[in-house]
């Protein structure tokens, strides 16, 4: 089971900038999965970026494109976010999350979840 621990969070002011890192415990290229997601008090889990077949692009939610970037440091196991002109509805607690890959394609649900780092933007 891969252990997967989340920082880079804290209190921006909106127009601010964040970039959240992941780290894996083990090797993760070409055997996982990996993406990020987010949830603010009262709300469902929201997919922020993620990707569904190895190799190929993430995919954004539609409420954080043009100013989330996700990519990976596959020589340190390492995950980013980097948020750009950060909102106040930005603000949640953000999780790093991975599942296997079969044949090139990403297993659902994401099923290994990281603790979780807290965002939060103010106006």
């Known amino acids: 089971q891969v252990q997967l621990v989340e920082s880079g969070g804290g209190s921006v002011q909106a127009g601010g900038s964040l970039r959240l890192s992941c780290v894996a415990s083990?090797?993760?290229?070409?055997?996982?999965?990996m993406g990020w997601f987010r949830q603010a008090p009262g709300k469902e889990r929201e997919e922020v970026a993620t990707?569904?077949?190895?190799?190929?692009?993430?995919t954004y939610a539609d409420s954080v494109k043009g100013r989330f970037t996700m990519s990976k440091d596959n020589a340190k196991e390492t995950l980013y976010l980097q948020m750009n002109s950060l909102k106040p509805e930005d603000t949640a607690m953000y999780y790093c999350?991975?599942?296997?890959?079969?044949?090139?394609?990403?297993?659902?649900?994401?099923?290994?979840w990281g603790q979780g780092t807290q965002v939060t933007v103010s106006s």
């Open positions: 999350a991975a599942v296997g890959a079969a044949l090139g394609r990403c297993r659902t649900p994401y099923n290994y």
């Open positions: 083990q090797s993760t290229s070409g055997r996982y999965c």
């Open positions: 990707v569904d077949r190895l190799g190929y692009p993430a």
